[in-house]
């Protein structure tokens, strides 16, 4: 096993449990709120109540005491908790290393490279922007719209693209999206479901160091989210064309946990400045025409 510089939490299950515990509010779950508490979210009795287990147990559990849930506990526990299903899969995930990790597929290193059938697909969009990212929010492909689309943006500074390190430390990402919080929120959400297979990845553990560093990145990172949209609709603030409104669609690959992501315009207004940047058939600026004619 590689040791990396990243400081492991003594359970994980434990410290997803209490993070999933401290983000809901009594009313989240049907109880009533007198307001007077002295730590966030639920207390260990009531989420130990609503699961049918002992405080004694959960406390157990949430500090990494005990390790070794049966599968009923697990469920109702994720019941208690009001569990999606992308987080009932992630704490299942977690249980099943605390409890044999030897048994646990070994991640593979991280691909840096796609298929024919993929890049074949990439170019086939042709004027739909379109990209690959890899299982810790790498870009490993991508096609020419996409590219066009996103080099004002900033996006293609790094010779490494990563979406998570763009939206936390490229200067332009609080202008280029309308609603950082919801991407960044997207990014860190993205790293957790990723940890329990990557962590030991040398890629991951720079990654994660690095965002670590930055207060917005590392209090999100504290609460464990783990819920990935696969669609839905994000605002850009394009240098050269304005706002856009696209509508992304995530579609899982066979290889390794990559994703294909494809954007589209979003309403009549998005597709013409998206054709209109694809296609370079902006209208000229006066400025730029008196430049033209005097040349």
């Known amino acids: 096993m590689r040791h990396t510089g990243v400081v492991s939490e003594p359970s994980d299950l434990g410290a997803y449990l209490r993070a999933r515990r401290e983000s809901l509010r009594p009313g989240d779950v049907g109880l009533v709120d007198n307001g007077r508490r002295r730590t966030p979210g639920l207390r260990r009795e009531e989420v130990a109540a609503l699961a049918g287990v002992s405080i004694d147990y959960l406390t157990r ?22 569990l999606g299903d992308g987080e009932r899969t992630h704490m299942a995930k977690l249980a099943a290393l605390g409890q044999s990790r030897e048994m646990c597929p070994e991640a593979t290193p991280l ?19 379109a990209f690959v990212v890899g299982g810790i929010g790498d870009v490993v492909a991508w096609n020419a719209a996409w590219e066009r689309l996103v080099a004002p943006l ?13 939206v936390f430390t490229h200067a332009a990402a609080r202008t280029v999206y309308a609603d950082w919080d919801a991407a960044a929120d997207e990014q ?7 940890e329990p297979r990557w962590r030991e990845e040398p890629a991951f553990t720079v990654l994660l160091e690095e965002l670590l560093t930055v207060d917005e990145f590392a209090s999100r990172w504290s609460t464990h989210p783990v819920a990935e949209k696969r669609r839905g609709e994000k605002q850009l603030q394009h240098p050269e064309v304005g706002e856009l409104r696209v ?14 992501v494809t954007w589209r315009a979003a309403d009549d207004v998005s597709a013409e400045r998206l054709t209109a940047l694809l296609h370079d058939t902006r209208p000229v600026s006066p400025a730029q025409l008196s430049v033209v004619v005097n040349r």
């Open 188 to 194: 860190v959400a993205r790293l957790r479901a990723a």
């Open 111 to 129: 691909a840096d490279d796609i298929s024919p059938g993929v890049r074949h697909l990439l170019d086939v969009l042709d004027s739909t922007p």
């Open 61 to 82: 559990l949430e500090q990494g005491r005990d390790s070794n849930p049966s599968a009923s506990v697990l469920a109702a526990l994720a019941s208690a908790l009001r």
């Open 247 to 260: 509508a992304y669609e995530v579609m899982l690959l066979a290889d390794d946990e990559q994703q294909l």
């Open 154 to 166: 900033g996006m293609r500074d790094d010779a490494r693209v990563n979406l998570a390190r763009y």
